[in-house]
């Protein structure tokens, strides 16, 4: 589904993606761990097309993001570390424009249930975007990939700074959404949530994929000890 | 997507102030141009019935002699002015909308009269066209100059990158919303204008509307542009005042002091020199040249002559006076020649500056441009040749004062119809806009997917 094929992503003489090799197959939970610099946003960019890779190629559904970027929009979604929303409108406002911008014009109740399920409680379905917290903001972000019915999700460090509630909620839904055939991508620093709910990972180091493991061969204390060894 | 985008930008509180305040200062304009024409109204009533007054009083006591009569009595030409003019005071707060001249010489008297206050020629006058070229696009500016980077300096492009490929239809959509709520207020102002100033809605009207619309497209697409190039908020309102100041600030005064290198006027001074030594030193010459030269201008008056027993005659008198315009005429045909030149050269130019082109089309619309104050003193040098040659021959032929029906002479009046061409009006905003929205198009496709 999410294939990286010696995807290479130079900025001048600084290598920030070096030959990374991937596939992630349909309803896939793969994550990515590493320090800052390591690759990981670099490598969800070329996912999203916001970056041209120097060389290689990511493909998404087998559709090659840096010739056909328009087509593989409609596969994705995506969520960024904060999400961003618009202040003066309210989150059903929001989830309705942004998936308007994908083309899905749902009712207001069918927008209402995509917020619940993603948490939000519905109190706040109609407050102002200002008013929310982060948490509240992710939530809202979630949504709006939800209601995208995208078939690959990228996920750019989205547990940070959420409470461990929430943090659990999410990780509930992005196992609701991968045993519906979702594929995901998710960049992390957060060892514990990616063994709990990815079911392979990656550490990454200086644009390079060095380690590859099944999330079920190892254990939480294992992972951390191999990523601070590797990091 | 428009409704939601609507609703974001009416709960956005400072764009609303914006609008208010476009709104608030396009009333006051408004009525800046209503007092104007009040004013002016008020001055031409004033002058009719001062003329009425003036001519019966000097028919009271100067009824011996219709040159002495003559000498006093003033009769007046009107400029038209139509209610637009409220729109666009242009030249008419310069020069006067009324001249009230005697048929002695009337190169003198055409820069007699001062009916206005001088201290509005210092201040101009905020009208309608004032607030359109220079507070418009300042509020154009702020509305758009963020348009692209707010949504990547708050954080949303990242979001709206990864949910269509087709982010140019949303920034349209959203440009499209402050574009409509901009000409909203214009039109809801024009409309206002329309009924408050009472201007018919005739050609000249419509076109001042399309002038409008068309100049705050063309600042719109100049937005447009500068927000295709993705630079940030700061960059992008900097580039954005700059060509507001060079548009309506400094290509202004370069144009003006290009006009004045090229065309210099010294003929404004000598011509008023000219006048009046023409006239001035006829009192130490013979009389028979000056009647001769008259008699010269007029070979129908021939049989009027001075009387060689007396060192006084009126014939004599007004031929004097005659010579004043006479010895004038060479260099006051070259001072309207070189003032058509100036407003010539300064159209031609305008058409390459929207600002200029807006102002100098506008003052046209509105029947106060240069064209228009050229065209009605050559018309009160029409209606002063008139009055002359009905005149002078009762004068010379010492016709009783009482066989003339004084009453009759009110007030006169010029119409001036300027022609509108519309391709030259409207062509070179599209010409301009057209640029801009390629150029901003070709921008947004190269960076289609940049965050």
């Not at chain 1, 589904?1 to 010696?6: E, Q, R």
């Not at chain 1, 308007?100 to 109740?109: E, Q």
């Not at chain 1, 999410?170 to 979702?182: C, D, H, K």
């Not at chain 1, 514990?192 to 392979?200: D, M, P, S």
Request: overall charge positive; charged content about 20%.
């Amino acid at each position: 589904m999410l294939i990286a094929n010696n995807l290479t992503k130079k900025y001048g003489d600084k290598i920030a993606l070096n030959n990374l090799n991937l596939n992630i197959k349909t309803g896939e939970i793969f994550a990515l761990l590493g320090q800052n610099g390591a690759g990981k946003t670099t490598t969800i960019n070329c996912f999203l097309g916001f970056i041209k890779p120097t060389s290689g190629e990511a493909t998404i559904h087998g559709v090659s993001v840096t010739n056909h970027s328009a087509e593989t929009k409609q596969y994705i979604a995506y969520i960024p570390e904060t999400v961003m929303l618009y202040p003066n409108l309210t989150g059903v406002e929001n989830l309705a424009f942004f998936s308007s911008l994908a083309n899905f014009n749902y009712s207001k109740a069918d927008l209402s249930s995509f917020l619940t399920k993603a948490g939000l409680q519905e109190s706040a379905h109609h407050q102002a975007i200002k008013s929310y917290s982060k948490g509240m903001r992710q939530k809202v972000g979630i949504a709006i990939a939800v209601a995208k019915k995208a078939i690959a999700l990228l996920l750019d460090e989205p547990t940070s700074g959420l409470d461990p509630k929430a943090s659990n909620e999410f990780s509930e839904i992005l196992r609701e959404l991968s045993t519906n055939g979702t594929s995901i991508l998710m960049a992390t620093h957060d060892i514990f949530r990616a063994k709990e709910v990815a079911h392979r990972i990656g550490i990454m180091k200086e644009g390079n994929l060095v380690s590859e493991i099944e999330a079920k061969d190892i254990s939480a204390n294992e992972l951390e000890q191999l990523y601070l060894q590797t990091v | 997507m428009v409704a939601l985008l609507i609703k974001n930008f009416i709960r956005s509180k400072g764009l609303l102030v914006g609008l208010a305040i476009l709104f608030i200062s396009g009333i006051i304009s408004l009525n800046i141009g209503k007092q104007f024409l009040e004013k002016n109204e008020k001055i031409i009533q004033k002058t009719s019935h001062f003329q009425k007054e003036n001519i019966d009083r000097y028919v009271q006591y100067m009824n011996k002699e219709m040159g002495l009569l003559l000498y006093y009595v003033r009769f007046g030409l009107v400029n038209e002015t139509p209610n637009i003019v409220g729109l666009s005071i242009g030249q008419r707060d310069i020069n006067p909308s009324l001249h009230n001249v005697t048929i002695r010489n009337l190169e003198e008297q055409k820069y007699t009269t001062d009916l206005m206050n001088p201290m509005y020629q210092l201040i101009g006058n905020m009208d309608l066209s004032f607030v359109i070229i220079y507070f418009f696009p300042l509020i154009i500016i702020a509305f758009g100059f963020n348009l692209v980077s707010e949504e990547k300096e708050e954080g949303t492009w990242s979001l709206v990158l990864s949910q269509t490929a087709n982010t140019q239809k949303m920034l349209r959509l959203k440009a499209g919303v402050r574009y409509v709520s901009i000409l909203s207020v214009l039109f809801l102002l024009l409309l206002i204008a329309k009924f408050y100033l009472s201007i018919p809605f005739d050609i000249y009207f419509t076109v001042y509307i399309l002038t409008a619309f068309f100049y705050i497209s063309f600042w719109f697409s100049l937005v447009w542009l500068v927000v295709s190039f993705h630079k940030n908020s700061s960059q992008n309102a900097l580039i954005l005042l700059t060509s507001w100041i060079t548009l309506t600030i400094i290509v202004p005064a370069l144009m003006n002091a290009l006009v004045i290198q090229l065309y210099p006027i010294p003929e404004a001074f000598s011509t008023v020199l000219d006048s009046r030594d023409g006239y001035h030193s006829q009192w130490d010459k013979a009389k028979e040249p000056t009647i001769e030269k008259f008699h010269q201008l007029y070979p129908q008056l021939v049989k009027y002559n001075h009387p060689k027993d007396k060192d006084f005659s009126w014939l004599w008198y007004y031929a004097m006076q005659q010579m004043g315009d006479e010895t004038a005429v060479a260099s006051s045909k070259k001072l309207k020649e070189k003032i058509k030149q100036r407003e010539n050269l300064s159209k031609k130019l305008g058409l390459w500056v929207p600002t200029i082109h807006t102002q100098l089309t506008m003052n046209t619309l509105c029947f106060s441009d240069i064209t228009n104050y050229l065209a009605f003193i050559e018309a009160l040098e029409r209606f002063h040749e008139q009055k002359r040659m009905y005149f002078y021959p009762k004068i010379f032929s010492d016709t009783p004062v009482s066989s003339e029906k004084w009453d009759t002479f009110s007030l006169a009046y010029f119409k001036n119809q300027p022609v509108i061409n519309l391709y030259m009006v409207l062509l070179p905003y599209l010409i301009i806009s057209t640029l801009c929205l390629l150029w901003a198009n070709i921008n947004f496709n190269r960076k289609k997917y940049n965050l």
